[in-house]
C-alpha cells in the first residue's frame, strides 16, 4: 500500500531534485540524513514506479519514491 508523505525537497546545482526532510501525516518530521542512491525503479511493495530515493533517515534505510509529482513510501 503507497503512504503518501510531503516532502521538503531541494535543487543541487546539477539540477537534481533531493528530498530533505520527510513529513508524516501525524506531523512528525524526519531529516534525510543521506541519499544513499537514486534510480528508476518499481515499488515492489506498493506497486508503481518512479524515482526511487534509497535514504537514509535517523539510522535506517528507506525507500522514497518520487511518481507523477507525488511522493510515498511503501506502507505496512
Known amino acids: ?9 531541494r535543487f543541487d546545482p546539477d539540477g537534481n531534485l533531493l528530498p ?5 501525516k501525524d506531523g512528525r518530521v524526519f531529516d ?3 541519499i544513499l542512491d537514486i534510480r528508476y ?4 511493495k ?7 530515493y ?3 533517515i535517523a539510522g535506517h534505510e528507506r525507500y522514497l ?3 507523477d509529482n ?3 513510501v511503501d506502507g505496512k
Open 70 to 72: 507525488r511522493w510515498f
Open 1 to 9: 500500500m503507497k503512504e503518501y508523505v510531503s516532502v521538503t525537497a
Open 41 to 44: 525503479a518499481a515499488s515492489l
Open 46 to 52: 506498493a506497486g508503481g514506479a518512479g524515482i526511487r
Open 54 to 56: 534509497l535514504c537514509r
Open 32 to 34: 534525510i540524513d543521506r
Open 20 to 24: 530533505v526532510k520527510l513529513h508524516w
Open 65 to 67: 519514491f518520487l511518481e
